[in-house]
């Protein structure tokens, strides 16, 4: 069975060639394409699509932050549409995000890891890990990781070997 692949902010970025973030955009797209030749399934999570637009609306002069923002609302709408290939990850319900608040004091502060000290898990970061922890769970017999420059997040991977 194919792998299932979380898409964190700093991929997408890249991915969609966001000025001033896209500094591995040649490279990822390189892995993308592998990937896809391997037939991985993409999930792009809530917190992704929220953070890179976040960081469009921060980059750039007006007409950059645009045309920008056209490509992101294109990426973002296939995937709800299915007509991209990556697909949304289902959102989070009322019980779900009250679980996260419950566990976010604890992660914030706490050092993300002894080389991010003063630096601890953003809540956007937790909804992911949250994400991959679900996928892990409902694709059991499947290799699932966070897709992230993000050496934290990297090491989220449940591998069958």
Aim: aromatic letters at 10%; proline letters at 4%; one cysteine or more.
């Amino acid at each position: 069975m194919s792998c299932i692949c979380l898409i964190d902010t700093s991929i997408f970025l890249n991915l969609l060639n966001v000025t001033n973030r896209n500094q591995e955009a040649e490279s990822v797209a390189e892995d993308f394409r592998l990937y896809v030749e391997n037939d991985a399934t993409f999930i792009l999570p809530m917190a992704t699509i929220i953070e890179t637009g976040n960081h469009i609306a921060q980059n750039g002069d007006g007409r950059t932050r645009r045309d920008t923002a056209f490509r992101f609302c294109e990426a973002v709408k296939g995937a709800f549409e299915g007509n991209a290939p990556y697909q949304p990850s289902e959102f989070p319900n009322a019980k779900e995000i009250l679980s996260w608040l419950g566990q976010f004091p604890d992660c914030a502060g706490k050092n993300k890891s002894p080389q991010k000290i003063g630096e601890g898990t953003s809540f956007g970061d937790l909804s992911i890990i949250e994400e991959y922890k679900k996928c892990v769970v409902r694709f059991a017999m499947s290799e699932v990781f966070i897709w992230s420059l993000d050496t934290d997040l990297q090491q989220f991977h449940h591998n069958l070997n």
